[in-house]
């Protein structure tokens, strides 16, 4: 089984300043990494994803990802965020092959101030 | 490009009735996934279908079922609704890629979902 631990629940940050958001996994298998990002009253919007190689995931909106099998996490970046990032963050694990689940984390809100 | 499609986008029900949702996969798509999103929670697994078999299941109440069909749409049907069965529900559908020695990824794409209001 997988699982993710989101460490933040709510992240403030200033309009035009850098923002992290952390993701811990945890896995006996091999695994995909996912973030997506879910605006007010809408649906799940897939930033980007890892499944090998590269260890740095570059994702859309300006985002990127590092995947680090040592720390077990999949930290979400971005070197300056505008008020439309304003929304909420999960993380998110499958196991590799074949028709697998995805177990989200609980979400980060990203509030971005003006 | 077609998306996977969800209907209704808005149910209000009230406690103890049924309800159905219909999810309709990208062309070719041959799985398909339900999630059940709570006010404030992530997304949870219910179930999923593989060529119109059952491929998996998560945290899903006896009260709901659901099918693939032929035609690989899915509906999940929820009966004795509850005030707690009010969620955001999302449909996703993936294709399912074999590949010999190598890991298959098959990404899901997700619906816009069912937002169930249950009074």
């Known amino acids: 089984a997988q699982s993710v631990t989101q460490l933040d629940s709510q992240v403030p940050v200033f309009e035009e300043a850098p923002v992290e958001l952390r993701c811990n996994y945890s896995s006996s298998v091999s695994v995909y990494l996912f973030w997506y990002v879910q605006y007010p009253n809408q649906g799940l919007q897939l930033l980007l994803k890892y499944l090998s190689g590269s260890t740095l995931v570059k994702g859309i909106n300006g985002f990127e990802a590092e995947f680090n099998k040592s720390q077990t996490s999949f930290h979400l970046r971005k070197p300056s965020v505008h008020i439309s990032d304003t929304a909420e963050y999960f993380c998110?694990?499958?196991?590799?092959?074949?028709?697998?689940?995805?177990?989200f984390g609980i979400g980060t809100k990203l509030q971005v101030i003006p | 490009a077609a998306g996977v499609i969800q209907s209704p986008r808005h149910l209000i029900k009230e406690k103890r009735e049924t309800a159905t949702l219909k999810c309709y996969p990208i062309?070719?798509?041959?799985?398909v996934y339900w999630y059940q999103q709570g006010p404030g929670q992530d997304p949870q697994f219910l179930i999923s279908f593989y060529e119109k078999m059952q491929s998996d299941k998560g945290s899903i109440p006896d009260r709901f079922s659901a099918q693939q069909f032929s035609d690989y749409h899915s509906e999940l049907n929820m009966s004795s609704l509850e005030l707690g069965d009010s969620a955001l529900y999302f449909c996703?559908?993936?294709?399912?890629?074999?590949?010999?020695?190598?890991?298959?990824?098959?990404?899901?794409?997700f619906g816009p979902g069912t937002r169930l209001t249950v009074l």
């Open positions: 062309p070719r798509h041959d799985t």
């Open positions: 998110a694990v499958s196991g590799s092959g074949g028709y697998q689940k995805v177990t």
């Open positions: 996703a559908s993936s294709l399912y890629v074999r590949t010999s020695g190598r890991r298959a990824y098959n990404e899901q794409f």
